[in-house]
């Protein structure tokens, strides 16, 4: 298929859409047939070999140019088409998680992201845009959105957006900040019997240092979440053990707010080697998560789009998960929005939302959010080309 076309004849925008829209459905079977393969095999973070390469090889075949591997991450890939002066990024998801598969729906993701820039591949150049697809690993372990937009893999980009599956509908998606702690504390072995005395109890240290994060929470105010677990405390009930270690996550409802709690926790974890003799380790595994903030204008354009096709009423939501589009969000207008495929029968991160995300109602976010991504970006080329036009005449001289 030829990857450009003329706009049928039409009035502007509303022409422009439903070709569009017709190019999205004509492609049904392949977009379908790509969220059930990368559903099908299920890769981890920094792993999404197969995942990356079929949604390059779909996006080639359509005219696109892609880098893959792009800004310094073996699975991430950096598609384009176009020339527009309004550049739309539409970002793929196609990590899963550990035991569970696609219990978040990913595949979902990168077949909308993928089916939003097939629709506009022909009429990108007419409609003024420079489309990217923007590959991302790691959203759900290792913040690869946050390593991208570092490498510089959103400069230049005037709109980012994607769409995820949930259990509700939601436009204005609104996430916690995230940041990891991990910690690792150590000491001195001994024998609890013979010469308990000489010892340093690290598993000691950390207990002291959960007590006191226990105690802290009555202090924090609502949206502030701590949480981890233990993974090693010893190897014997008859040695003091000589080394602990945990890895935790505190939650904020603003990045502000991150900093302020993390220097908190860290203290509850200081205070477990003061007491006990220890000393400690602590780092961060990866790039904190930024809240979500979607922009007025990408969601006003977004919500009419999704109206138009019939998705249901999205509700009011406070955070409730994290993403590291949030990291983009902050840098890049940006919208996430969620889209109901489980009528609340089930969430991400179960196992029966793994089983959801190759139901119908998972088919039909696929193509209804390839087909209202693409809108959006229609929506906003027309505008910018309006406010330019308008900017013109305003500096003609009279």
């Given at each position: 298929?030829?990857?450009?076309?003329?706009?049928?004849?039409?009035?502007?925008?509303?022409?422009?859409?439903?070709?569009?829209?017709?190019?999205?459905?004509?492609?049904?079977?392949?977009?379908?047939?790509?969220?059930?393969?990368?559903?099908?095999?299920?890769?981890?973070?920094?792993?999404?070999?197969?995942?990356?390469?079929?949604?390059?090889?779909?996006?080639?075949?359509?005219?696109?140019?892609?880098?893959?591997?792009?800004?310094?991450?073996?699975?991430?890939?950096?598609?384009?088409?176009?020339?527009?002066?309004?550049?739309?990024?539409?970002?793929?998801?196609?990590?899963?998680?550990?035991?569970?598969?696609?219990?978040?729906?990913?595949?979902?993701?990168?077949?909308?992201?993928?089916?939003?820039?097939?629709?506009?591949?022909?009429?990108?150049?007419?409609?003024?845009?420079?489309?990217?697809?923007?590959?991302?690993?790691?959203?759900?372990?290792?913040?690869?959105?946050?390593?991208?937009?570092?490498?510089?893999?959103?400069?230049?980009?005037?709109?980012?957006?994607?769409?995820?599956?949930?259990?509700?509908?939601?436009?204005?998606?609104?996430?916690?900040?995230?940041?990891?702690?991990?910690?690792?504390?150590?000491?001195?072995?001994?024998?609890?019997?013979?010469?308990?005395?000489?010892?340093?109890?690290?598993?000691?240290?950390?207990?002291?240092?959960?007590?006191?994060?226990?105690?802290?929470?009555?202090?924090?105010p609502p949206q502030w979440r701590v949480h981890g677990i233990?993974?090693?405390?010893?190897?014997?009930?008859n040695l003091i053990p000589d080394s602990a270690s945990a890895?935790?996550?505190?939650?904020?409802?603003?990045?502000?707010?991150?900093?302020?709690?993390?220097?908190?926790?860290?203290?509850?974890?200081?205070?477990?080697?003061?007491?006990?003799?220890?000393?400690?380790?602590?780092?961060?595994?990866?790039?904190?998560?930024?809240?979500?903030?979607?922009?007025?204008?990408?969601?006003?354009?977004?919500?009419?789009?999704?109206?138009?096709?019939?998705?249901?009423?999205?509700?009011?939501?406070?955070?409730?998960?994290?993403?590291?589009?949030?990291?983009?969000?902050?840098?890049?207008?940006?919208?996430?929005?969620?889209?109901?495929?489980?009528?609340?029968?089930?969430?991400?991160?179960?196992?029966?939302?793994?089983?959801?995300?190759?139901?119908?109602?998972?088919?039909?976010?696929v193509l209804d959010g390839a087909v209202a991504m693409a809108?959006?970006?229609?929506?906003?080329?027309?505008?910018?080309?309006?406010?330019?036009?308008?900017?013109?005449?305003?500096?003609?001289?009279?």
């Amino acid at each position: 298929m030829s990857p450009t076309e003329p706009l049928p004849q039409g009035t502007g925008p509303t022409a422009a859409k439903e070709a569009v829209r017709t190019r999205v459905l004509a492609l049904r079977t392949e977009l379908l047939a790509l969220s059930r393969r990368i559903h099908a095999h299920p890769e981890t973070a920094f792993e999404e070999h197969l995942a990356a390469a079929w949604c390059a090889e779909l996006l080639r075949g359509h005219g696109y140019s892609v880098t893959a591997p792009a800004h310094g991450l073996a699975t991430a890939f950096d598609a384009r088409l176009g020339s527009g002066p309004v550049t739309v990024a539409l970002v793929c998801e196609y990590d899963a998680l550990p035991g569970l598969g696609h219990a978040c729906g990913h595949n979902l993701i990168a077949a909308a992201g993928i089916g939003a820039a097939l629709g506009l591949a022909p009429y990108a150049d007419e409609l003024g845009l420079t489309v990217r697809v923007i590959g991302a690993p790691a959203e759900e372990r290792g913040a690869g959105k946050a390593l991208l937009l570092e490498a510089g893999a959103f400069d230049g980009v005037d709109a980012a957006m994607m769409v995820h599956p949930c259990p509700v509908e939601v436009a204005d998606f609104r996430s916690f900040a995230l940041g990891t702690l991990s910690v690792r504390y150590t000491g001195r072995a001994a024998h609890p019997s013979l010469d308990p005395h000489r010892g340093r109890n690290a598993a000691d240290a950390l207990t002291v240092a959960q007590v006191a994060i226990g105690l802290l929470r009555q202090q924090l105010p609502p949206q502030w979440r701590v949480h981890g677990i233990t993974t090693a405390a010893g190897t014997a009930p008859n040695l003091i053990p000589d080394s602990a270690s945990a890895e935790y996550e505190i939650r904020a409802s603003a990045a502000e707010d991150l900093a302020e709690l993390r220097s908190r926790v860290e203290d509850c974890f200081r205070a477990g080697a003061l007491a006990t003799g220890c000393e400690v380790e602590l780092t961060r595994p990866e790039p904190d998560y930024l809240d979500m903030r979607s922009d007025p204008r990408l969601l006003a354009l977004w919500g009419a789009n999704a109206a138009a096709l019939g998705r249901p009423e999205p509700v009011e939501s406070g955070p409730f998960a994290c993403t590291d589009m949030g990291n983009v969000s902050h840098a890049v207008p940006s919208i996430h929005p969620v889209l109901d495929i489980t009528g609340g029968t089930c969430a991400p991160h179960e196992a029966a939302f793994a089983e959801a995300a190759l139901g119908a109602e998972a088919e039909r976010a696929v193509l209804d959010g390839a087909v209202a991504m693409a809108w959006t970006a229609v929506d906003l080329t027309v505008g910018e080309a309006a406010g330019r036009a308008a900017g013109l005449a305003a500096a003609e001289p009279r």
